[in-house]
């Protein structure tokens, strides 16, 4: 599997943004979508994930103002943003958690700004 992510940018505090995460390859693998980010001198954090009876859970910092969702049509995972705040700034990465050799596949980041 390969992803790959896009969507991020510049955005105003109180805005959205959208990212997308295309997989391609060995897709019928794919358990569980999972957005992370990292902010500068930060660990990387789960953002929020979603599995493949569609179950969503939520880190509490971006709970009732993110949402995340995957169209199996389309291979691609999705990471709605409303609400963004400044602390939201971070590079956003998704990942995949498949059922055979390797588990874990990541994407690679895509930058979201929150910053009047």
């Known amino acids: 599997v390969q992803l790959q992510a896009s969507g991020g940018g510049l955005v105003q505090p109180g805005g959205s943004l959208r990212l997308s995460c295309a997989a391609s390859?060995?897709?019928?693998?794919?358990?569980?979508w999972e957005w992370y980010r990292q902010a500068p001198g930060k660990q990387r954090e789960l953002v929020a994930s979603i599995n493949k009876g569609g179950s969503t859970s939520y880190g509490d910092s971006v709970k009732g103002r993110f949402t995340i969702s995957r169209d199996r049509t389309k291979n691609t995972g999705f990471l709605q943003m409303n609400s963004l705040k400044p602390e939201d700034t971070a590079v956003y990465f998704c990942r995949v958690v498949r059922t055979e050799i390797p588990f874990f596949v990541w994407g690679q980041g895509t930058q979201v700004t929150v910053s009047s």
């Open positions: 390859g060995s897709i019928f693998s794919i358990n569980v």
